[in-house]
């Protein structure tokens, strides 16, 4: 998404969220205020839920399968669409695939938290230029993206 910044810092890199301007304290009376349709949750999309840290796991891993694909993931409306998903993308890594599937699950209480999504993202080194990225990594070649959300 456009309000995901990404910063070089040598080899590695660090990404961070910016244009906070729709965001708030999160309180029991928090409405969800807006949101681009493609990475929200559909818990809070469809009116069921406010916003809550099991929906920001949905939209990484929604981001996740952008940054696998290098395309933007396509909407769904049901629970077995992420299957469908994970079935048209054989080149990436098993670990990678059931990452994705795990934060897009459609029950947010079966989705892991963040904490544990840090545990299970893969490394690998960075690209040496941004005109060298890969169109799609190799199995096993998978960027460092714990090492930028915790330097963020």
Partial sequence: PSNVLVERLG???????????????MTRRAKPLGGT???????VLLG????????DVFSFGRMFYMILNTSLPPE???????????ESRPSATDVCMQLF????????????TIQEVLCRLPSSPSPTAASSWPQQPEPGQE????????AA
């Fill in 11 to 25: 080899e590695a890199m660090r990404a961070k969220l910016a244009d906070f301007g729709l965001s708030r304290l």
């Fill in 37 to 43: 349709r493609m990475w929200v949750a559909p818990e």
């Fill in 48 to 55: 069921r839920a406010t916003p809550a840290p099991s929906s």
């Fill in 76 to 86: 769904y409306t049901s629970a077995s669409q992420p299957e469908r998903l994970l």
């Fill in 101 to 112: 599937e795990a934060c897009t699950r459609w029950d947010p209480e079966e989705r892991p």
């Fill in 143 to 150: 960027q460092s993206l714990q090492d930028a959300i915790h």
